[in-house]
């Protein structure tokens, strides 16, 4: 018999129900020490033992009764032989007496009240657990339905939190968005109010040249209306050359106080990096001073502090580098004779 064979046969091994060659066979592979099927044999031998207690008691035959008792006491009269007819019950044969040896009967009893004892102890400690366990269920489910409200309580709580922190973000979004505007308007006045300061310094400076103008022309106007009413000015017309035909001009002359004032009109545009040079020619030319035109073509300069004033014959303007010369270089634009 396989491994398989002889384990299929523990439950009837333990019942008592095998064929005496599987029986020897079966004991044979237990003495070889498979602990599977020990195992096996001592769990249905368990259950074999309480089979007899399921089955229904069946009161005995009065003359089976009689011969038991007559066979525990052998001082009683004898009795006849009864011969029984065996019949089919639910009562186990022979081989529960082989599993289980028969009780005497002044021990019976014990054992029933210790088995009905057990088993009410085992049925009494069952309900027991069971009803703590059914209180403990009971406990653990209230306290599971109150974490569950109190899981539902702090979930409505968070959702209310996140519609608070969705509004929120979204408040702070318009503020930084009128922030930006507000930002991008301001830097806009701000370049605007640095264009108007540069338009103002400008303006300033503009009218501070017209102011210095005004007042240079006031001067030349002071100086000249002074000339006019010295008695020995002198005036001196000036002529274009060839390269001015058109341009022309005059000269106040003091020689008692050593001023000249020079007015001239419609002399050419400089070139870049010149300048008209005033001359006054006795044996020589002698550098007088520079000026440059304004925006009508005009030339004016007020010359001070002459030298020998009285001793010039003449005076001329040419066109020299920037700065001047010591000696004219540049082309004659105005000559003038003095009487």
Partial sequence: MTHEELEEAVPLYAAGALERPERQALEAHLLSGCATCHAALKDYQGVAALLPFALTPVPPPDRLRAALLAARNPFAPPTEEVKQTRKPSLEPGEWMNHLFPPLAPNRSWQFRLAFWVLLASVVGGAAYLAWETSIRSAGEAGRLTQLEEKLQQEAAQVATLQRDIKARDEGAKQLRDELELRRSDLTELRDQIVQREAEINDLRTQLAQRETSLQRAGTRQDDMTALLKQPYAKVVTLAGTEGAKQAGGLVLLDPAGRKAWFYTFDLPELPPGTVYQVWGIDERPASLGLF????????????????NLSRLKQVAITVE????RPQPTGSMYLIGQIS
């Fill in 321 to 324: 580098p920037t700065g001047g």
């Fill in 292 to 307: 440059t035109l304004d925006s009508g073509r005009k030339g004016r300069l007020m010359i001070k502090e002459i030298r």
